[in-house]
């Protein structure tokens, strides 16, 4: 098996015999946010940790006071969006945030690994590569296999609705034929990235490099290098909103596939498409960013997860390129979302101009995704 190289921050916390810490949070407060829930208790912190770090840690802290010991998932029991929820929790615990948290993995693993169709897979084939990327993540900081093994199992059931039409892809559905951007360009990061961990694999390279073929030539790009969310019955581009995770997922995915072969023209084709969301006049307002036609997405929707998903692959990106294109933009964001839209118990809503006017822990991974990816960028928080 191959690692990929440690952050910094994550070696400091696991030379401090932080990193494996499984005990879970257990603390009170006299306030709430509005809705019912306590207010999140004071993170543990880490020595050395920069600004974005502490803002980083505190939204982590505030998202596990919505993670449900019974369930082993966050709050409303979402399936996706928990798979979300957790790697956002992941990659904190990675970038040596809150050690504590560490304990969710596991948990999460073990009340949750027979539902649905069992091996975190069930009829939606993009929430299958969301939990395997999860399980990825798990892989990469705990080094326990079972959490590879399953991501393998969860590309395989991708895999068995790779289809001919459209020239092919993955449909979306086990029922329903339908080519997405969000189901592909999920296929194309696991495979990339379990070839990555994989000595002496060939085969999850040759799906990821398939996926991306068919992908780059399906359509679903369009002429101002924005992707739209799929195709229709014609197998053309199909105009759909080009949603913020569509235009991020693939970011995360050709950073993974150029780790895995050094082709250079990866990276400049996903620059070309990361300059043209980050700028994209529809999917941002005096320079914050929002979902198509603005961001009055409730919180308890599948749409308040987008934009997290949409920072974490272009902070993936972000640290791929040396020259950290992205890193100013991403801080953008993390300091407007902190600014704007945290309320007193440090919880965020779904517009990151503000104001907060509702909560749920769609909105509150997705503040964490673009914190986190600050941080890993440098950002001060100022």
Known sequence: MVFPPMKKKAAAAVAAGLLLCAVPLTAAA????????????????????????????????ALMSMYDDESGL?????????????????????????????????????????AHDGDF???????????????????????DTRYLDTARADAAHMADYWTDRCGGGVQWKTDDPYKNAVTNELYLQLNAALHNRIEGDTFYLGEAQKEWEWLQNSGMINQDNMINDGLGDDCTNNGQPTYTYNQGIVLGGLAELHRATGD???????????????????????????????DNTPCNSDGA?????????????????????????????????????????????????????????????????????????GGSGA
């Open 264 to 294: 250079d023209s990866l990276l400049d084709t996903a620059r070309t498409l990361a300059d043209a969301s980050t700028t994209s006049p529809g999917l941002h307002t005096d320079g914050i960013l929002h979902e198509p036609g603005g």
């Open 30 to 61: 006299d306030e709430d946010d509005g809705a019912g829930r306590a207010a999140a208790p004071a993170p543990v912190p880490v020595p050395g940790v920069n600004a974005a770090d502490e803002r980083s840690d505190a939204a982590a802290t």
């Open 305 to 377: 997860s987008f934009k997290g998903a949409y920072t974490r692959g272009l902070g993936d990106l972000d640290q791929a390129l040396d020259d950290r294109p992205y890193s100013a933009y991403l801080d953008r964001q993390a300091t407007a979302a902190y600014d704007n839209a945290r309320n007193d118990q440090g919880f965020y809503g779904s517009d990151w101009s503000g104001p907060v006017n509702q909560t749920s822990h769609q909105c509150q991974h997705s503040a964490l995704d673009v914190l986190n990816a600050a941080a890993d960028g």
């Open 121 to 143: 897979t069930n009829e939606y084939l993009d929430d299958t590569g969301w939990w395997g990327l999860a399980w990825v993540k798990a892989y990469d900081l705990t080094g």
């Open 74 to 114: 966050f709050e409303n029991n979402g399936w996706w969006t928990g798979a979300n929820a957790l790697t956002a929790i992941i990659d904190n615990i990675a970038d040596g945030g809150v050690q504590d948290h560490v304990y969710a993995i596991a948990q999460t693993y073990d009340k949750n690994i027979d």
